[in-house]
């Protein structure tokens, strides 16, 4: 932590943090969901998400959301309202309270700097504690110190305590007085103060507390017209009456009252600084903001006003920690906010024009969960009217199903600091608020409100903070900063014919598996939100998927998907369609397939391009291509080759015969390919024109026992062809069909 005097009008004086380690001693912070806080460098993503599951992951609002637990801030509550007590501003409680806060925020990775500011007015308090009874809403209550009285410093002193009433007669005070602390009831009356003060003194009393008899006050100031320089005399709340006086009824009870006067004290502001990845000087990130204060009002341990603010503040502050973020984040804790915005208007003086232009907004906590049953999550501006931050802070309660925040309008709080030098902001507040227009329609000038009972009081405790309402606080204005925290990516898909697909499911893996984003609107956008990370965006529309694969998402972007519908293309070379080849010829396979957007996937023909086309067996061979692209597109072509016999003919094609007679038809097939190579049903022989060789009739078989016959010898076929006698003066076309498709012609004029 460093100590900034960075305002040098407003601060006088530089109190170097110490005690670091003291301060980090405290109860440790409880991971929740199993996600560990990790120091936050690099790309690196939580190590508890890096589990790939059959489950996809959830959007990382979601994720972070679940991971926010309200017992962590009831946790930094407890340390801030009971270890450390009430913090009166300009007291060492406040500096104790930043303290703590900024070492969290180190633990987190922040920066972390505790301005002073002031100085501020003169304080005068009484620490008071038991060393035998467990004082409620202690150990540390705190009343007013009297200057008519003694200024004990730490020390102090130490008595059991008498009762003695009014302190007005001596029927009031017990035998015993002397050597006793005594407490009497405070009267508003100075006379009256005056001769109960002599009264204890006289008896001999080492300090007297005079606290509210009856009602729900705090601790009074006041003077006595007759100073009792010798002994402290202090002011307690209603509640300290009551309280002393039910430890009285148990039995004997010690108290130590120790009194300072603290003149023109400085007071603190804690802000933890945790800088976006690619702007670790903090020169042009957008700031995302939250804040709470941390001072609480004199007497009051300030448990929800606002012990509360803070523990949500580091709850956030703890699960974005383990994020690599392009927003850089703040927390601030300020004081001296009961004294008037003091710390959180110190704090924007700070700002320069060019730092308060990068304020995505401030998100002020104060009095963020009390279990008074009538009050409602309120967002409360300035003027009244919604800002992003509100708008923010609605959205994030509709995506957990929270529909109970409601904005009107209110100051009060450090958010106006903020509003008065133009940065967006809202004071998020559990308050039974009245808008003048029931049932919640904030007019123009806003409503009024109603408190706890405990509010600003010594009661202001650990019994005045739900940890339901705590979560509601985390998951609605802490999701809305974490939100804003990540980087804003427009999702948009779209067919490659440029049409917008709606309801596409996008899902993104940023190296730690696939996590659905959601599913896009009519328009076919989605808004999702991302971290510093590079992912691979996938969506699947109707079967097709498109894939961005190794997007770096280093800011708010826009991601474009295009769903790629149109099949790849083959083109076949070899073999073409209707391509002839001789038996045992050699030839190459030839094609390709292309695909214009998502690229070939698999490209695959009966035998592989540039392989030996099949060209072992006679007869007609479908050659297919198969193609796929990566969106899923398939595609397919087909060519029919033929392989047929090396032939040569030994006959002509035109001769002149006799009917009846046999007549030779001789060819070669290269060799010997054995007595089936004739299509059955052949040969045929069909009439035809002699002038003009048209056919003039059906085609008869001339094959057949006892007829024409196939025979081989000397390297060739001989088939006998048998003529019939009443051919006699026509013209007949002889047609030799083989096995391997081919057809062979001759034309005889017959005699
Ligand atoms: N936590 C309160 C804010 C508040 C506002 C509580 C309205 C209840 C209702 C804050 O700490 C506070 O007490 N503010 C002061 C005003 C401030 C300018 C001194 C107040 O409301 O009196
Ligand atoms: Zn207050």
């Not at 300030?302 to 927003?327: F, T």
């Not at 808004?527 to 997007?551: K, Q, Y």
């Not at 490209?603 to 050659?623: N, Q, R």
Request: a negative charge; one cysteine or more.
């Amino acid at each position: 932590m460093r100590s900034s005097l960075n305002h040098p009008p407003l601060l006088r004086r530089l109190t170097i943090a110490g005690g670091l380690a003291a301060t980090l001693a405290f109860g440790t912070v409880s991971a929740a969901g199993g996600v560990q806080a990790q120091a936050s460098s690099g790309a690196d993503l939580p190590a508890g998400a890096a589990v790939a599951t059959s489950a996809p992951l959830k959007d990382y609002d979601r994720e972070i959301v679940d991971q926010f637990d309200s017992a962590n801030s009831v946790g930094h509550i407890r340390h801030l309202a009971v270890d450390i007590g009430p913090r009166l501003n300009g007291t060492p409680q406040e500096r104790e309270g930043a303290e703590y806060i900024g070492g969290v925020l180190e633990s987190y990775g922040f920066e972390v700097t505790l301005q002073s500011w002031g100085p501020v007015s003169t304080k005068q308090v009484a620490k008071v504690t038991s060393p035998d009874a467990d004082l409620p809403g202690g150990p540390n209550w705190q009343m007013y110190a009297s200057a008519s009285g003694k200024f004990t410093g730490n020390a102090g002193v130490e008595g059991q305590v008498v009762y003695a009433k009014t302190g007005q007669s001596a029927a009031d005070f017990p035998a015993d007085t002397a050597g006793k602390v005594v407490l009497m009831d405070y009267s508003t009356t100075a006379s009256i103060r005056n001769t109960a003060v002599a009264n204890a003194v006289s008896r001999g009393a080492i300090a007297v507390v005079l606290a509210y008899a009856t009602g729900n006050s705090a601790p009074p100031s006041f003077t006595l017209t007759t100073s009792q320089p010798e002994i402290p005399v202090i002011g307690g709340g209603s509640a300290h009456h009551t309280w002393i006086r039910e430890l009285l009824d148990k039995g004997p009870l010690t108290l130590r009252i120790a009194t300072n006067q603290y003149a023109n004290p400085m007071g603190t502001n804690v802000i933890g600084i945790r800088h976006a990845v690619g702007d670790p000087t903090g020169t042009t990130a957008p700031i995302v903001m939250v804040g709470a204060h941390i001072d609480s009002v004199l007497g009051a341990p300030g448990a929800h006003d606002d012990a509360s603010g803070n523990g949500v503040s580091l709850e956030v502050a703890r699960v974005l920690s383990q994020y690599p973020l392009d927003k850089e984040l703040r927390i601030g804790g300020f004081g001296g906010e009961e004294g008037g915005l003091l710390g959180a208007r110190a704090y924007v003086n700070t700002l320069t024009a060019a730092e308060k232009a990068r304020f995505v907004g401030e998100w002020q906590m104060d009095m963020v969960g009390t279990p008074y049953e009538p009050a409602r999550l309120w967002a409360l501006t300035p003027n009244g009217q919604s800002n992003f931050v509100v708008q923010e802070a609605y959205d994030a309660a509709a995506r957990v199903g929270f529909d109970g925040l409601r904005n009107c309008r209110l100051g009060q709080s450090d958010h106006q600091a903020f509003y008065d030098v133009g940065i967006p902001s809202s004071l998020f507040i559990w308050l039974d608020y009245r808008p003048p227009t029931p049932p919640a329609v904030c007019g123009p000038t806003g409503g009024t409100y109603v408190t706890e009972p405990q509010y600003h009081r010594p009661t202001d405790t650990m019994d005045n903070i739900s940890p339901e309402r705590l979560q509601i606080t985390l998951d609605v204005v802490g999701g809305a900063v974490a939100h804003n925290a990540l980087n804003a990516v427009t999702v948009s898909a779209a067919s490659d014919a440029g049409q917008p697909l709606a309801g596409a499911p996008v899902r993104a893996d940023c190296g730690n598996g696939p996590r659905d984003l959601g599913t896009t609107g009519a328009d076919g956008r989605l808004e999702a939100v991302l971290p510093h990370v590079t992912c691979d965006f996938t969506t699947t529309v109707e079967g097709r998927v498109a894939t961005e694969r190794g997007v770096s998402i280093a800011g708010d972007r826009a991601v474009k998907m295009t769903v790629d519908f149109t099949k790849p293309t083959i083109s076949l070379t070899t073999p073409a369609d209707g391509a002839v080849f001789t038996l045992g010829a050699a030839a190459t396979a030839s094609y390709r397939c292309d695909d214009n957007l998502s690229g070939v996937a698999s490209c695959a023909g009966t035998v592989p391009d540039g392989g030996p086309l099949d060209t072992s067996a006679v007869g007609f061979h479908e050659f297919t291509v198969k193609a796929a692209d990566n969106a899923g597109n398939a595609a397919d072509r087909k060519a029919t080759y033929q392989v047929v016999y090396p032939w040569h003919a030994y006959f002509p094609e035109t001769m002149e015969g006799k009917a009846g007679s046999a007549v030779p038809i001789k060819f070669g097939l290269g060799g010997d390919r054995g007595a089936g190579v004739i299509a059955s049903g052949y040969p045929v022989s069909r009439p035809v024109a002699c002038d003009t060789g048209k056919p003039t009739g059906p085609a008869e078989p001339t094959s057949g026992p006892g007829n024409s016959k196939l025979g081989y010898e000397d390297g060739q076929y001989n088939y006998v062809w048998k003529t019939e006698r009443d051919w006699s003066k026509t013209c007949r076309q002889f047609e030799l069909k083989l096995d391997d498709g081919s057809s062979h012609f001759t034309t005889i004029t017959l005699k």
